[in-house]
């Protein structure tokens, strides 16, 4: 059994899920002509595969596979670091363009926690992708950082052993976040900062005057985008870009009130 996703979404008057019968067997409808669809497959004990197929009476055939297997283990100061979660994630963020042709590998992150001796085996891992495996922040920011890892899944069956992970000191990143109209910050509004290596966040909550702290950020470069009900950065941005490779006090951002269409 398979199911069988739409990727990237739903999309009104598509079926947003079909599950396969005993031959192997999905129809997906939509009720707009449609030269092709670009699905996900997830089967159980199986690696995903994201595909373009085309639309139409003639059936195509997909064929899944074992993927490959990766393993290592989570160290702080060389002591095994069990029950937190990692994540892995594509070098190459995916996407599609014309006729949906698709565009570097478009995989949803794989988490997995480790085991009390701090290793971890991910199974049925995508090939031929390169990926970026790494401690999630939240998971581990009370213990410190780790720097993404890099490695490749090249062919099926292959084990990858990416060996000790160190957790290490991150940096610290804090500033403030400002309306442009002096309206004060309203209680609960939040700020992310969003790792580029990876798919890795930390969201912490805007103090009474807008002031924020992330503590232990990996080494790397990072989209910080604030939520401020009904205000947004300036020129249309959604986010602001980072380097960490020091601890940073001066991320300062002014909003606007947003503009109502």
């Known amino acids: 059994m398979a199911w069988i996703n739409p990727a990237y979404g739903e999309i009104a008057g598509l079926e947003p899920v079909a599950v396969t019968n005993s031959k192997g067997e999905f129809e997906l409808a939509y009720n707009q002509k449609a030269n092709g669809m670009v699905i996900l497959v997830e089967a159980r004990g199986m690696a995903s595969r994201v595909v373009t197929v085309p639309t139409g009476a003639e059936r195509t055939t997909i064929t899944v596979s074992d993927g490959a297997v ?17 994540g892995l994630f594509p070098q190459l963020r995916g996407g599609f363009g014309a006729n949906l042709k698709i565009i570097g590998d478009p995989y949803e992150e794989i988490r997995i ?10 199974t049925n891992v995508p090939v031929p992708v390169d990926w970026y495996v790494y401690g999630k922040m939240d998971s ?18 292959q084990e990858v052993n990416v060996g000790d992970i160190e957790i290490q000191p991150g ?10 109209d002096g309206t004060a910050i309203p209680n609960g509004m939040r700020i992310t900062v969003g790792a580029k290596e990876g798919f890795d966040t930390q969201t912490v909550l805007l103090g009474p005057e807008g002031r924020f702290e ?4 990996p080494r790397g470069t990072y989209e910080v985008f604030p939520s401020v009900r009904g205000y947004s950065l300036p020129e249309g941005k959604f986010t602001i870009d980072t380097t960490m490779d020091r601890n940073r006090d001066d991320i300062a951002l002014t909003l606007d009130p947003a503009v109502r269409r």
């Open 171 to 180: 940096y610290k990143l804090s500033g403030r976040v400002t309306l442009s």
């Open 113 to 122: 926690g480790t085991q009390p001796d701090g290793t971890f085996v991910i």
């Open 214 to 217: 992330f503590f232990n950020v």
């Open 70 to 86: 990766v393993r290592g283990r989570l160290v702080n100061r060389g002591m095994p670091v069990g029950g937190v979660q990692l």
């Open 140 to 157: 581990i920011a009370a213990l410190g950082a780790t720097v993404p890892v890099k490695l490749s899944t090249k062919r099926e069956n």
